[in-house]
């Protein structure tokens, strides 16, 4: 008898939890493009390593999700002399719902990178043990690429926003830079963040 509770406790469990769907189609196509290009530079690493805490984006239920590391596949000399793999964390996440993704994105402004709480559109100066990172906002997927501080030189951190942008950006989709310890800054389409104060007089006035 009780393990028959069990199983049904176990199935209850498990229709309550969101299934993972596949990735589509326009996702599946940029990524491609993307590994194809880089592909000379960098190889993926699929195996043994671990996604870095991004906020509340991790607990997220997106439909699709991924995650890998690019590792350079010559070694090269960081900002501080040491001769080494470049590694670059590699993350998407994806909603079929634009709804569920905006939802998500609001959660994720509460509690960002090392939980700080992001005011859409407005830079932050200081950001204490931020990472270098790009971020690209779609409405229905968010792309990050984050390295280590040591491995940031400005040309190369410029290639991969160009890059990200190439192949995951389009006319709408948002741009968010963040460098070691600060500044981050909304460098395309960046929301207005003072949208919310105007809806609000505009209410009142009528």
Request: with cysteine; proline share 4%; charged share 35%.
């Amino acid at each position: 008898m009780a393990l028959k509770r069990g199983v049904i406790v176990g199935l209850f469990i498990l229709g309550l939890s969101r299934p993972m769907l596949a990735q589509s189609e326009d996702l599946t196509s940029r990524l491609t493009s993307f590994e194809a290009e880089i592909s000379e530079q960098f190889k993926k690493i699929e195996y043994n390593v671990v996604e870095p805490e991004w906020g509340a984006l991790n607990n997220s239920e997106p439909d699709h999700h991924t995650y890998f590391q690019w590792k350079s596949r010559k070694k090269r000399r960081d900002n501080l002399e040491r001769k080494n793999y470049h590694k670059i964390d590699f993350a998407v996440y994806e909603w079929n719902d634009p709804e569920d993704g905006t939802w998500a994105l609001k959660s994720w402004m509460d509690e960002f990178m090392e939980g700080r709480k992001l005011r859409p559109g407005r830079e932050v100066r200081a950001y204490e043990y931020a990472r270098p990172s790009v971020v690209i906002i779609d409405t229905n997927y968010v792309v990050i690429a984050q390295m280590r501080c040591a491995d940031y030189f400005e040309e190369e951190f410029d290639d991969w926003v160009k890059l990200l942008e190439k192949h995951f950006g389009h006319s709408k989709a948002m741009t968010l830079e963040l460098y070691c310890g600060g500044p981050l800054k909304w460098t395309k389409n960046a929301p207005d963040p003072n949208k919310k104060k105007k809806r609000k007089r505009r209410r009142r006035r009528r």
